[in-house]
């Protein structure tokens, strides 16, 4: 009698024992695969930010949406008149209610609307606003960095935002 259970105690043993190995193992896995499944999103990232590179976002430009075409020659119109730039749009899609992603032709044209965009100031009855089209990353971060400009505001400290980063008193925060 004693020694079927320590037979049993033993084959129980061996039966733990596999299974501890078995769920090492699929820990081990599971490691590979959320490590795996980092790089994958990290690529994504890479894709999305190149896909973008060359995009602004438009806003408040009342425009016609219906027409695709007269669309594109307005935004050309305000770029040349109102920020001075002479600028060629690829394509332009709706997003919202007077918001508008455009992709330039070239990164020379965005950098030159970009570097233009401060002359938004001065044009008189819009209320248009130029940025970078960001991925969803981006955009979290550029909301944290607004939200803790607001707070250092607060302080009476002295605040610039830039893109992704925070100038507070002199001082860079990334």
């Not at 935004?75 to 600028?87: A, C, I, Q, S, V």
Request: net charge positive.
């Amino acid at each position: 009698m004693m020694k079927e259970l320590m037979a049993k105690i033993r084959e129980m043993k061996k039966g733990q024992k596999e299974y501890y190995e078995h769920i090492l193992k699929l820990k081990q896995e599971n490691k590979n695969l959320k490590k795996k499944i980092d790089e994958l999103r990290n690529r994504m990232e890479i894709i999305e930010k190149d896909k973008k590179k060359n995009n602004i976002v438009l806003s408040g430009l009342p425009v016609d949406p219906k027409n695709v075409v007269k669309v594109k020659e307005e935004m050309e119109k305000f770029f040349k008149e109102e920020l001075n730039t002479d600028t060629k749009i690829k394509d332009t899609r709706r997003i919202g209610d007077l918001k508008y992603v455009v992709k330039m032709k070239t990164i020379t044209d965005k950098r030159e609307i970009m570097k233009n965009k401060c002359k938004l100031r001065q044009v008189k009855n819009k209320i248009v606003y130029i940025n970078e089209e960001l991925t969803e990353k981006e955009r979290k971060i550029q909301k944290i960095v607004k939200e803790t400009a607001a707070e250092e505001i607060k302080k009476d400290n002295k605040v610039r935002i830039g893109h992704m980063k925070l100038n507070i008193n002199g001082e860079y925060w990334k």
